[in-house]
């Protein structure tokens, strides 16, 4: 992790540095898993971009005790480190992008 930024008192900015490129699209989102809570891991979606460097951000709300929200929001600094999951999409994501091509049965495409 190369920052971590409070910005309530259960919500935190968190930005990591993948060791390989993180191709993804917007919409996408990855499951984080903190060393906090090994073999535990949860769904955070993307928050823009990745920067110039590969860096990536989360914005991570903590939904109660003892889970990996809380170990990422209140228990992670700075040099810990955090295990990214491949990029996947959700069903309405992946809908929308095939309706639009024309791809998704029982759409068509160009001028109707």
């Known amino acids: 992790m190369t920052a971590h930024r409070l910005c309530g008192p259960d919500l935190a900015g968190l930005r990591v540095r993948?060791?390989?490129?993180?191709?993804?699209r917007a919409g996408q989102?990855?499951?984080l898993?903190?060393?906090r809570l090994p073999h535990t891991w949860r769904?955070?979606?993307l928050a823009g971009w990745p920067g110039r460097d590969g860096e990536l951000e989360f914005h991570?709300?903590?939904?109660?005790?003892?889970g990996v929200s809380e170990a990422?929001?209140?228990?992670?600094?700075?040099?810990?480190r955090i295990r990214l999951g491949p990029p996947r999409e959700t069903w309405h994501s992946a809908r929308s992008?095939?309706?639009?091509?024309g791809w998704w049965p029982g759409t068509r495409a160009g001028p109707r």
């Open 97 to 101: 992008r095939r309706a639009n091509s």
């Open 60 to 66: 991570v709300r903590c939904t109660g005790p003892g």
């Open 33 to 35: 898993e903190s060393a």
């Open 18 to 24: 993948p060791h390989e490129t993180f191709r993804y």
């Open 43 to 45: 769904p955070y979606y």
């Open 72 to 80: 990422l929001v209140r228990h992670t600094a700075v040099g810990d």
């Open 29 to 31: 989102y990855t499951a």
